[in-house]
């Protein structure tokens, strides 16, 4: 790029240079016609004269009346004729002198276009300084920007370096992923067995609980409340949850449900065996007595069993092992 700028500006000066060497050469022509117009009107004015003088000479040298008359005859007629070159001259002269104030304007023109030109000339020497300034700049910027090549290839150089690293330990990384793909497969497997074998045990699973209260002495009923046996002996199978008071079977079949309830002195209890939210059997006490029953209850998966108090008010149960709430798995 700075080469092309310095050739284009090369070219441009070349050609200011011969438009201005033509315009010098024009105005050389041009002065030399007009000296060679001159030195003709001078050269037929003197020969004019010689010619005048002449024929003086001649009209002296002639004496007789004759002869002058026809010498003066001729004379006029000559002088005419010289006259009439005159005349011609004048007209040429005349048409010099418009073509030499012509060239003189034309000149004027040229000088002023002379002047014109070397002030464009002076801009582009200017421009041409600017240009050559810049070209050195850029020219510093095209080395800075080398510099910057050289330090991002030795960066990529690098990069590409560690890019390979980072490939080999990937390959490496890879190979243990697969080996850890393998082993995970094979846990998975084993988790897979494991839980068959778990569910195929819990088949066996006889699920049985045991619940009373935590609190002790004497819980106020509401109409229709459930009671919640918060205190687990145990659960087999999972199926009793303390915090609602559910049994929620976990194996389908027949179970022995049991509940005894004690009632408080001068007032009666009523507690219900529900399944699925619907009545299964009573249970009742009055005045200290113990309301229980034991029945067997034939239920699917996923079925519920509470207990549940009737709808009366004012009765009270007696808390903590007095009563509870028990269901245990018998046959399928």
């Known amino acids: 790029m700075p080469n092309v700028l310095i050739f284009i500006n090369a070219i441009v000066v070349a050609l200011m240079a011969m438009y201005v060497y033509n315009n010098e050469r024009r105005l050389e022509e041009i002065s030399a016609k007009h000296d060679r117009t001159e030195a003709q009107m001078t050269l037929g004015i003197s020969k004019n004269e010689k010619r005048i003088g002449e024929i003086s000479a001649e009209q002296n040298k002639d004496q007789s009346e004759a002869q002058m008359t026809l010498g003066i005859s001729k004379n006029e007629k000559r002088i005419g004729e010289i006259s009439a070159e005159q005349n011609k001259d004048q007209s040429v002269v005349a048409q010099m002198t418009l073509d030499i104030s012509k060239n003189e304007k034309r000149i004027g023109e040229i000088s002023a276009e002379q002047k014109k030109d070397q002030s464009v000339v002076a801009q582009m020497g200017l421009d041409i300084s600017k240009n050559v300034k810049r070209i050195g700049e850029i020219s510093a910027e095209q080395k800075k920007d080398q510099s910057v090549v050289a330090q991002m290839g030795l960066r990529i150089s690098k990069n590409e370096k560690e890019i390979g690293e980072i490939s080999a330990e990937q390959k490496k990384d890879q190979s243990v992923v697969a080996q850890m793909a393998v082993r995970i497969s094979d846990i998975e497997k084993r988790i897979a067995e494991i839980l068959a074998k778990l569910k195929n045990d819990q088949s066996e699973i006889k699920p049985a609980f045991t619940a009373h209260f935590k609190k002790g002495g004497y819980i106020s ?52 065996l529900m399944k699925n939210h619907k009545r299964v059997t009573l249970g009742y006490g009055g005045n200290y007595n113990e309301g229980s029953f034991s029945i067997p209850v034939q239920v699917a998966k996923g079925d519920q069993l509470d207990i549940t108090h009737h709808e009366v008010r004012g009765e009270s149960v007696e808390g903590d092992i007095m009563s509870y709430f028990s269901a245990v798995f018998i046959s399928d």
């Open 221 to 272: 009923l509401g109409s229709g409340q459930k009671l919640i046996f918060d205190s687990v002996q145990f659960n087999f199978g999972g199926g009793y949850n303390p915090g609602t008071g559910y049994f929620t079977v976990p194996r389908a079949g027949i179970y022995l449900v049991s509940c005894k309830v004690r009632s408080n002195g001068g007032n009666h209890l009523h507690v219900w």
